[in-house]
């Protein structure tokens, strides 16, 4: 079995200041982990996403995550935040199944609230 | 434009009106997937369906139904809703085959059951 942890149902950072969003799995075979964002009435979009290979993901907007399996964290961060990057944040895990549809589960979420 | 379109986008019914909502993807995706998405909760899968005429049970699948035909559509039937089934839900569509393929979201449908 999967699961995700997400650390935090709300977060709230300044223009400017750095952005961490915290992100636990727990998973009995190698992870594939993902981080989606979802602007207010959107649907949701690939932020990136870590499948094998270097342990460090960039994504869109500026954002990056750092895959750590000692820690079993994928925590999402951006340098320097912005006002756009105000939105739901939801990190998700995937394993490989054979034969059948590889299930894709996702945390709770993490509204990033950017403030002047 | 690649995308996952849903219809209605909003829909306020009463307890036990039969309702449809339905998902079409243009990207020739074999997986789709219904979720539904509660504050706490974040999303959970309800039903899925690797390709035509293949379909499976997800975490919540309980009061809903539903059926691929056409691989391009893959329509969520409540057949007698009911209040616990408001929520906003979210179709999804990807290659299938391997774990790291990217899922593509609808827009959500707000569903409101009164």
């Known amino acids: 079995a999967q699961s995700v942890t997400q650390l935090g149902s709300h977060v709230s950072v300044s223009e400017g200041a750095l952005v961490l969003l915290r992100c636990n799995y727990s998973?009995?075979?190698?992870?594939?982990l993902f981080w989606y964002v979802q602007y207010p009435n959107q649907g949701l979009q690939l932020l990136l996403k870590?499948?094998?290979?270097?342990?460090l993901v960039k994504g869109i907007n500026g954002f990056e995550a750092e895959f750590k399996k000692s820690e079993t964290s994928f925590h999402l961060t951006k340098p320097s935040a912005h006002m756009s990057d105000a939105a739901e944040y939801f990190c998700?895990?995937?394993?490989?199944?054979?034969?059948?549809?590889?299930?894709?589960?996702f945390g709770t979420g993490t509204r990033l609230q950017v403030t002047l | 434009e690649a995308q996952v379109t849903q219809n209605p986008r909003y829909l306020i019914t009463v307890t036990g009106k039969k309702l449809t909502v339905t998902c079409s993807q243009n990207?020739?995706?074999?997986?789709m997937s219904w979720y539904r998405q509660d504050p706490g909760l974040g999303l959970r899968q309800i039903y899925y369906?690797?390709?035509?005429?293949?379909?499976d049970k997800g975490d919540v699948p309980e009061g809903y139904k539903v059926s691929r035909k056409e691989k391009r559509n893959f329509p969520l039937i409540l057949e007698s809703p009911s209040p616990n089934q408001t929520s906003l839900y979210f179709c999804?569509?990807?290659?299938?085959?391997?774990?790291?393929?990217?899922?593509?979201f609808g827009p959500g449908t707000r569903l409101t059951v009164t």
């Open positions: 369906s690797m390709n035509v005429e293949v379909t």
């Open positions: 999804a569509s990807s290659f299938f085959g391997l774990p790291y393929y990217e899922q593509y």
């Open positions: 998973s009995s075979v190698p992870p594939y």
């Open positions: 990207m020739n995706h074999e997986y």
């Open positions: 870590y499948t094998t290979g270097a342990t």
């Open positions: 998700a895990v995937s394993t490989e199944n054979t034969g059948t549809a590889s299930k894709l589960t």
